[in-house]
């Protein structure tokens, strides 16, 4: 587990390395084939994820879901592990949350797993890490709704352009 510098993370980038071996504790390793599926879309999930080695692709469906054998479009991101990231956050604020997107291996990868009980716990021992981590946390939320929010206005300039016309 040592292998693993977590400060570089988002999450963990202010805690020290005291701090961050409570999780290395805990952390479960799982490794991943390539276009194996990580997390499914809309399936329950209790885990933050952070990326350790290789590549995974997110599809997110861009359009409701309608009927069942019909393929929705897909918006394609790719994260490497050489970016420190983590996914899966929304789950350790809502009990039975569905995941907002599918994530497979891009490349064979390897996923440091932390489930929720697990930063309850370490939370509950030590308010003062917990604090830290659910900061970072929320900085990495604040910076999707600022894209999504973004990818919004996108959608409603374009759809207003095509009823002007």
Same mark, same amino acid.
């Given at each position: 587990m040592n292998n693993y510098n977590l400060s570089d993370y988002l999450l963990f980038n202010t805690l020290n390395e005291n701090e961050i071996s409570h999780f290395l504790k805990v952390m479960k390793i799982n490794s991943y084939k390539k276009n194996e599926t990580i997390i499914k879309e809309n399936e329950i999930g209790d885990s933050i994820m952070l990326l350790l080695d290789g590549?995974?692709?997110?599809?997110?469906?861009?359009t409701m879901h309608t009927n069942k054998n019909e393929k929705r479009e897909k918006e394609f991101i790719k994260l490497e592990s050489k970016d420190f990231p983590f996914f899966g956050e929304i789950s350790v604020f809502k009990n039975n949350s569905k995941r907002t997107?599918? !994530?497979?291996?891009?490349?064979?990868?390897? =996923?440091?797993?932390?489930?929720?009980? *697990? &930063?309850?716990?370490?939370?509950?021992?030590?308010?003062? !890490?917990?604090?830290?981590?659910?900061?970072? =946390?929320?900085h990495k939320l604040i910076? *999707? &709704?600022?894209?999504?929010?973004?990818?919004?206005?996108?959608?409603?300039?374009?759809?207003?352009?095509?009823?002007?016309?």
């Open positions: 590549t995974v692709s997110i599809t997110k469906a861009l997107a599918t !994530i497979k291996g891009a490349s064979n990868c390897t =996923i440091g797993v932390l489930d929720k009980k *697990d &930063l309850i716990t370490i939370f509950k021992k030590n308010s003062e !890490i917990g604090y830290k981590v659910v900061t970072n =946390i929320s910076d *999707d &709704l600022l894209v999504t929010n973004n990818q919004v206005l996108k959608l409603t300039t374009a759809f207003s352009l095509m009823l002007d016309e």
